[in-house]
Antibody, heavy 120, light 107 residues
């Protein structure tokens, strides 16, 4: 059973960079695409971006200028960096696996999510 | 970007009743639509992919239908554990987008 676990600071100051890791267990990261998705409190879901084990990435145009996703296959994990954060970036951040061999896909396994609050 | 509009925003039903949730796309997404269930404090749970295919382990009371711009998630007979928020998601056009959700509540 594939499991994903997000980790990182729960509080980030405005204008700083949000950094999160997603550890994958129960399967190899070198077999699927992997995404970050976020959900502001009480609101809907927003896709942030994906990475393939090879390192290829793509990002939501609405966040592209501030987002970077990387992968470490030796640790079976991938990471998210979101720069110049504001209160609007306060959300639960999820990592998720693509459910097929497609860059644009549905998401079959999700981490439990981690709340990141942007506040001074 | 494709906009997905879900209706109704809230659906109030009793256990044992049939639930019908709608998702409408701003342009055709072919059959590339998925459904998720989310309970408070939990991650979304993957239910249906490509409009009508149940994910592994999903009970047969959940079914999906539709193509093009109009899609439906049907729960044939509601169990107490089915009361949650449901989201649709398209993978036809870039970027992938989600609907705003339908809250299924106990009447």
């Amino acid at each position: 059973q594939v499991q994903l676990q997000e980790s990182g600071p729960g509080l980030v100051k405005p204008s700083e960079t949000l950094s999160l890791n997603c550890s994958v267990s129960g399967g190899s990261i070198s077999s699927h695409y992997w995404s970050w998705i976020r959900q502001p409190p009480g609101k809907g879901l927003e896709w942030i971006g994906y990475i393939y084990y090879s390192g290829s990435t793509n990002y939501n145009p609405s966040l592209k200028s501030r987002v970077s996703i990387s992968v470490d296959t030796s640790k079976n994990q991938f990471s998210l960096k979101l720069s110049s954060v504001t209160a609007a970036d306060t959300a639960v951040y999820y990592c998720a696996r693509h459910g097929g061999p497609y860059s644009n896909c549905h998401f079959d396994y999700w981490g439990q999510g981690t709340l990141v609050t942007v506040s001074s | 970007e494709i906009v997905l509009t879900q209706s109704p925003a809230t659906l109030s039903l009793s256990p044992g009743e049939r639930a019908t949730l709608s998702c409408r796309a701003s342009q055709s997404v072919s059959s590339y639509l998925a459904w998720y269930q989310q309970k408070p404090g939990q991650a979304p749970r993957f239910l249906i992919y490509d409009a009508s295919n149940r994910a592994t382990g999903i009970p047969a009371r959940f079914s999906g239908s539709g193509s093009g711009t109009d899609f439906t998630l049907t729960i044939s007979s509601l169990e107490p554990e089915d009361f949650a928020v449901y989201y649709c998601q398209q993978r036809s056009n870039w970027p992938p987008t989600f609907g705003q959700g339908t809250k299924l509540e106990i009447k």
